[in-house]
């Protein structure tokens, strides 16, 4: 999954630029840049902040189909 390319089309659907971005979470907007260009690696937090951000939830499925946890 490319959390970047996710991140980038919501941001799209929400007419948000990578400074509208790093307004609401907090991050630079060189931080959200890197992000979102695979130039950085997301972690736990930044997906929890940023994806909160943009509405998305990110759900961890097992290969048997159950959910384990939710972002």
Known sequence: MNFGALAKERMGERGLRPC???RLTGYS???ISDLISGRRR???TAIKNVYG???LKLRV???EG???GEI
């Open 29 to 31: 907007q060189q931080y």
């Open 53 to 55: 951000v943009l509405g």
């Open 20 to 22: 509208d971005l790093a």
């Open 42 to 44: 997301w972690n736990e």
């Open 61 to 63: 499925i097992t290969d």
């Open 66 to 68: 159950l959910s384990i």
